[in-house]
């Protein structure tokens, strides 16, 4: 199988990259977690409309949205939400994008659910307290493999499948099921679209079109996919455990900027690791 070398970020300029990022910019979808996070960043309007169509709530009202928020638990072990919101009503909401499978585990999920009610709750707080709290993946193959538009996970009594009303809930939408006859098929298919003018939703097409055709827009997310670029080389460097470099490697390889062995030495993982990586995103 042929490998489509890219050129070293080291040997361009500032003015080639920021070409290269602009380029690349009108690619990106808003299943990109990056671009999407850069959207939604101070948007809670944006996230309230995302989370009326999952959830099939009209009601719901966001009152608090925050992107790329970090979480670290007692042990030093930190997870980085992409967004993070509350509603009105003080439930917690945590989405996640995922383009692979490897971020989008069943057990990932409960760890993000567990880190969200640590810092939840605080000191002398009796248990009660612990509001609501939703873990959210849109992924964009279909990670559970039941051909479901979306699932919605809870804890039951196996016995007589009564809930157990733990107020933990976990939801995967399917991004690979497009049936644009429903509410949800809509925003999956404008999730997955590079031009606003072919999306549905306005209010999704709004904000994708500020920052692919204005000059404002456009200059804030150049310097936005560089801010993440070098956040993110930094945080995989600082958590050097094997599972955040393969997923940061998977993350480079769909940047499509940097060769193998270049993907290989930011990441201190073997060349013929990130050369499989790299199979299964083109395979």
């Not at 996070?37 to 809670?44: I, L, S």
């Not at 917690?92 to 810092?119: L, M």
């Not at 248990?127 to 039941?146: C, H, K, M, N, Q």
């Amino acid at each position: 199988m042929a490998f489509v070398e890219f050129h070293s970020r080291a040997t361009m300029t500032n003015e080639e990259q920021r070409q290269k990022n602009l380029q690349k910019l009108q690619e990106l979808t808003l299943m990109d977690d990056d671009f999407m996070n850069a959207c939604f960043n101070g948007y809670p309007e944006l996230a309230e409309f995302v989370l009326r169509i999952v959830m099939k709530r009209n009601d719901l009202h966001v009152v608090r949205v925050e992107t790329q928020r970090t979480f670290t638990n007692l042990l030093g072990r930190s997870v980085r939400f992409d967004i993070d919101a509350t509603d009105e009503k003080g439930v917690e909401y945590d989405i996640e994008i995922q383009k692979t499978n490897v971020g989008a585990s069943p057990k990932r999920a409960r760890y993000h659910s567990s880190v969200k009610d640590s810092d939840l709750l605080k000191k002398e707080q009796p248990f009660d307290a612990l509001p609501e709290t939703y873990v959210i993946f849109i992924t964009e193959r279909d990670v559970l493999g039941e051909g479901e538009p979306i699932y919605f996970i809870e804890r039951i009594i196996v016995k007589s499948g009564r809930p157990f009303n733990d107020g933990e809930h976990i939801i995967y939408v399917n991004g690979a099921h497009k049936d644009v006859a429903t509410e949800l098929g809509k925003l999956v298919h404008d999730l997955n679209c590079s031009n606003p003018d072919d999306m549905f939703f306005k209010e999704l097409a709004d904000v994708v079109r500020h920052y692919k055709e204005t000059e404002e827009g456009r200059e804030e997310m150049s310097q936005i996919i560089e801010e993440l670029i070098n956040d993110a080389v930094t945080e995989a460097v600082a958590e050097n455990t094997e599972n955040n470099r393969t997923e940061f490697a998977l993350k480079l390889l769909e940047d499509g900027t940097y060769s193998l062995e270049r993907v290989a030495y930011l990441t201190s993982l073997p060349v013929d690791k990130v050369r499989e990586l790299a199979s299964q995103l083109v395979g």
